[in-house]
């Protein structure tokens, strides 16, 4: 069992920076991917950033050359660099973890508010 905590959210203008972090309770280093969702209000949660165990990411395209996520098995952490944040970036981001691809299990955080005011 892996708790992730979710950290850095709050209100911001746009075209404005945001770094989330998530701190694991327990190692992450083999855990398959390391990912970041995001709720908008009244919408469902959206896979928006992957991180893979050898560093390979992907992103969906809403926020592909904007945002950065990193993790650092070392520090059981993953980081969501967010930058010329739009008011559609707005909600709850979440992180997420997947030890097996194969297998469905995972584990959430309780997420962190983003608020984008335009």
């Known amino acids: 069992q892996v708790q992730l905590r979710e950290s850095g959210g709050g209100l911001v203008q746009a075209g404005g920076s945001l770094r989330l972090s998530c701190a694991a309770s327990?190692?992450?280093?083999?855990?398959?991917?390391m990912n970041w969702y995001h709720q908008a209000p009244g919408k469902q949660r959206e896979l928006v950033a992957v991180c893979d165990s050898a560093g390979g990411t992907d992103y969906v395209d809403s926020v592909k050359g904007r945002f950065t996520i990193s993790r650092d098995n070392a520090k059981n952490t993953v980081l969501l660099q967010m930058s010329s944040l739009k008011p559609e970036d707005t909600g709850v981001y979440y992180c997420?973890?997947?030890?097996?691809?194969?297998?469905?299990?995972?584990?959430w955080g309780q997420g962190t508010q983003v608020t984008v005011s335009s």
């Open positions: 997420n973890a997947v030890p097996h691809a194969w297998d469905g299990l995972a584990y």
């Open positions: 327990g190692s992450i280093a083999t855990f398959d991917t």
